[in-house]
């Protein structure tokens, strides 16, 4: 896969259909959709799923970079208060707004997922620290055999100005501990890029609630034995807001998360021969 290069373009503002030119920050002149290849020309329907919460300034940014062709947009909005379903309408007409029943980006999510009518869903975050200009990339890489595609910050190709040393080190951490439970390969186990095919959820059965939800997606997704790839992505910093990821609370959530899901796979394994041996022995 061909590295990224990132550039530091100059900025224009670009006001946003329906909006206010006081809600509409101003977004790279790179954004524009022409540079980016349609993804309608490869005949697939492509669903793309943003959990947000009180990312008003910041979806602007997002949306400016997201691909044409698109199938359908799907925002899940954690009960907003600010205008952020009123910028999403504004700056994208046909944008599917799900209004959160629960809480937490793995509900979310959960809930996007239900919605989405596509071939190909992908995951992005609405705070512009994921380029939606890299979907054509993850798309090609599910083309060419993937089941499952993940955005890689640590990649050769990949990089991220926005994670700190401590995150960067959990991560390694957890994603080695992943690795050798599971035979995987992944470099990145925290990162919330992802796309893969609709025939993929059953396997995933988002049930979590919190940003333990891409290891636990991740952790599901090497059970089944699917064919995973990965691609380099860079991970920008927040543009506008604080982060609700809080590195020790959160990071204590994946590391249950991974214990609980290697419990669950010893546990079947242990009970399933009981089952086969008396359905044999009646």
């Given at each position: 896969?061909?590295?990224?290069?990132?550039?530091?373009?100059?900025?224009?503002?670009?006001?946003?259909?329906?909006l206010?030119?006081?809600l509409?920050?101003?977004?790279?002149?790179?954004?524009?959709?022409?540079?980016v290849?349609?993804?309608a020309?490869?005949?697939?329907?492509?669903?793309?799923?943003?959990?947000?919460?009180?990312?008003e300034q910041?979806?602007p940014?997002?949306?400016?970079?997201?691909?044409?062709?698109?199938?359908?947009?799907?925002?899940?909005?954690?009960?907003?208060?600010?205008?952020?379903?009123?910028?999403?309408?504004?700056?994208?007409?046909?944008?599917?707004?799900?209004?959160?029943?629960?809480?937490?980006?793995?509900n979310?999510?959960?809930?996007?997922?239900?919605?989405?009518?596509?071939?190909?869903?992908?995951?992005?975050d609405?705070?512009?620290?994921?380029?939606?200009?890299?979907?054509?990339?993850?798309?090609?890489?599910?083309?060419?055999?993937?089941?499952?595609?993940?955005?890689?910050?640590?990649?050769?190709?990949?990089?991220?100005?926005?994670?700190?040393?401590a995150?960067?080190?959990?991560?390694?951490?957890?994603?080695a501990?992943?690795?050798?439970?599971?035979?995987?390969?992944?470099?990145?186990?925290?990162?919330?890029?992802?796309?893969?095919?609709?025939?993929?959820?059953?396997?995933?059965?988002?049930?979590?609630?919190?940003?333990?939800?891409?290891?636990?997606i991740?952790?599901?997704?090497?059970?089944?034995?699917l064919?995973?790839?990965?691609?380099?992505?860079?991970e920008?910093?927040?543009?506008?807001?604080?982060?609700?990821?809080?590195?020790?609370?959160?990071?204590?959530?994946?590391?249950?998360?991974?214990?609980?899901?290697?419990?669950?796979?010893?546990?079947?394994?242990?009970?399933?021969?009981?089952?086969?041996?008396?359905?044999?022995?009646?």
């Amino acid at each position: 896969m061909a590295s990224l290069s990132i550039a530091s373009p100059e900025l224009r503002v670009v006001p946003g259909a329906g909006l206010s030119r006081d809600l509409v920050p101003q977004v790279p002149i790179a954004a524009s959709r022409v540079r980016v290849p349609s993804l309608a020309q490869m005949g697939l329907r492509v669903s793309v799923v943003i959990a947000a919460l009180n990312e008003e300034q910041n979806l602007p940014y997002v949306f400016a970079r997201l691909p044409e062709g698109l199938h359908e947009l799907i925002v899940v909005d954690g009960h907003s208060t600010d205008n952020t379903v009123a910028a999403a309408r504004g700056l994208w007409p046909d944008v599917r707004i799900v209004m959160q029943s629960g809480r937490g980006k793995g509900n979310a999510l959960a809930e996007g997922f239900a919605a989405c009518t596509g071939d190909i869903v992908v995951t992005l975050d609405a705070d512009g620290s994921t380029d939606a200009a890299e979907i054509p990339r993850f798309v090609a890489a599910l083309c060419s055999g993937a089941d499952f595609v993940k955005g890689s910050r640590f990649a050769q190709g990949g990089a991220s100005s926005d994670i700190t040393r401590a995150r960067s080190l959990g991560n390694r951490a957890l994603n080695a501990i992943v690795n050798a439970l599971y035979g995987t390969r992944y470099t990145d186990l925290c990162y919330g890029y992802n796309a893969f095919w609709a025939r993929c959820l059953p396997y995933m059965r988002v049930d979590c609630d919190g940003f333990e939800v891409e290891t636990l997606i991740n952790v599901r997704i090497a059970k089944a034995g699917l064919v995973v790839h990965e691609v380099p992505s860079y991970e920008r910093e927040r543009i506008h807001g604080m982060s609700n990821l809080n590195a020790v609370r959160d990071g204590t959530r994946v590391l249950r998360t991974i214990a609980l899901e290697r419990m669950s796979t010893a546990s079947r394994r242990s009970v399933l021969p009981r089952i086969a041996y008396r359905l044999l022995t009646r």
